[in-house]
């Protein structure tokens, strides 16, 4: 099995900073692009970032400048440095990644962590 975990979500004033975490564990053989995708309730999953196993990136328009993807091959992780944070950055925040498994069979799909909540508020 494989499983995405993230971390690092919580309340911060506008303005603030926060990091997101999100570590793939399981039967991995490769681990291709990874994003982070945010959600607000009764609205449509977006992108906000992914980046490629090459370390390509590619980000909304509404976080450009100020998000920051990056990711750590070796220990299978992504992370998101969120600056300057606006009220309207609050969300669901989730983890995505295209990922080559080995068990039960050899299989690339696409897995989704459980989401981590981002709160930016006074």
């Known amino acids: 099995q494989v499983q995405l975990v993230e971390s690092g979500g919580g309340l911060v004033q506008p303005g603030g900073s926060l990091r997101l975490s999100c570590a793939a564990s399981g039967s991995i053989v490769s681990v291709y692009t990874m994003g982070w995708y945010r959600q607000v309730s009764g609205q449509r999953r977006e992108l906000v970032a992914d980046?490629?196993?090459?370390?390509?990136?590619n980000y909304a328009a509404s976080v450009k400048g100020r998000f920051t993807i990056s990711r750590d091959n070796a220990k299978n992780t992504v992370y998101l440095q969120m600056n300057s944070l606006r009220p309207e950055d609050t969300a669901v925040y989730y983890c995505?990644?295209?990922?080559?498994?080995?068990?039960?069979?050899?299989?690339?799909?696409?897995?989704w962590g459980k989401g981590t909540l981002v709160t930016v508020s006074s």
């Open positions: 995505n990644a295209a990922i080559k498994r080995s068990y039960p069979i050899t299989t690339i799909m696409e897995y």
């Open positions: 980046i490629t196993s090459g370390s390509s990136t």
